[in-house]
């Protein structure tokens, strides 16, 4: 025993073991890099997998099961499994940018209301609500962009929804004296975070996910390849499935704090089936925004196999990126509202979110004309028709279309 003991110390004095030793140590190392570096890399394109994804993306749902269960949202039926998976949660609310760099978006097509309005300069934002239609499988968001103060009044309608932006019209000046920027650049009535923080949405732990301040990767990320050479504020994408998850831990899950549920306190708009008209009366919808931002300018062309209104942008089919679909919806809402500004030197805009105005409400191919009226800054905006009556929507994607008071709608 003895002599053998002696034989294993001689040879791991010798040269040669130190070389094995040494290699292998080195091989283990380049192989503990690789794992980190291969799931990093990973991690920056997906989310990974969630109680409604698979660990390869896709649903573990079956879509094909019957679907009975009705979106309070939107009205557009779904399945029993996608219905207990979004009674875990609240709803997303967030800023997705439509700069012509930008697009297209990612994951519009899932989005169960749209609100398209003009964030500045004639350039519009789209303040998108994802809640029903994202129960299924995760859906990458965006690009996400900053806030204007009319976008958190129709998301307040909502209750307290995940309110997802990057940073949003404010006068903080980290180089100005006192950390204000100069009186005139911001009009107080057009400062986002203050409004934020009056509403007890903004703070570390708020339900105002602010991108890159409150929350980070892998809940939101910048994607440079998506659009290559596209600028740094068109990249930030979010996934919903992570956002929904750390809604959740901040305690903006399905139950309020008084442990009721937040559709509870949730007014709903009414919802019918759809009817395919053979001969629609209102089979384009065309309009600007701003006459001298032609890459704004929308379209929609009603498709009677489906019943439903195609989106062109800028004279373009508006698709979604990750889906490859053309934007749809079974309801397009025009909302005339009152446009004032620009109210600062920073060139922001205010639309009257409140009181009442003209409306046309476009579905199975025909056009409703009515007005709108919302009551307060968090009150349910409703359409009426002419004689009063509160109009029901086609159950479906509702898109609404915030258009300055006295523009033309070509239909």
Known sequence: MKEYLAKIKKFTSTRTFMLVVSFLGLFLVSVGISVLVFTFILGRGKSGATPS???DGKSKINLNLPKVESCPINGQMFTKAEKDIWETRRPIAT???????????SGLSRADVVYEAVA??????????????TSAEDVRIGPIRSVRVYYIDWAQEYGLPLFVHSGGANNICSSCPG??????????????????VVLNWRYAQGNSMDAGTNIGFPIVWRDYERIPGAATEHTFMGSSDKLFEEGTKRGFGYNDAKGKPWVNSFTSWKFVDGKTSESPTAREISFSFWDNKPDYDVKWVYDSAKNVYLRF???????????????????????FTKERGPVDKEGHMIYTTTGTGKALVF????VLEG??????????TKYFD???KEISLVKGKIWLEIVPAGNEVKY
């Open 313 to 335: 942008n800028g004279g373009k089919e508006y698709v979604d990126m990750d889906t490859k679909t053309q934007l749809a919806a079974s309801n397009v809402i025009i909302q």
């Open 363 to 366: 579905q199975n191919g025909s």
């Open 120 to 133: 500045e300069g004639g350039i519009t934002r789209f303040l998108t609500v994802f809640y029903c239609d």
């Open 53 to 55: 994804t698979g660990a």
């Open 371 to 380: 007005t709108w009226s919302k009551e307060t800054q968090a009150s349910r």
């Open 179 to 196: 950390g204000i920027k100069p009186k005139g650049d911001v009009a107080t009535e057009v400062d986002a975070f203050k409004k934020l």
């Open 386 to 388: 002419s004689k009063g």
């Open 95 to 105: 800023i997705i940018e439509n700069h012509v760099d930008s697009r297209p978006p």
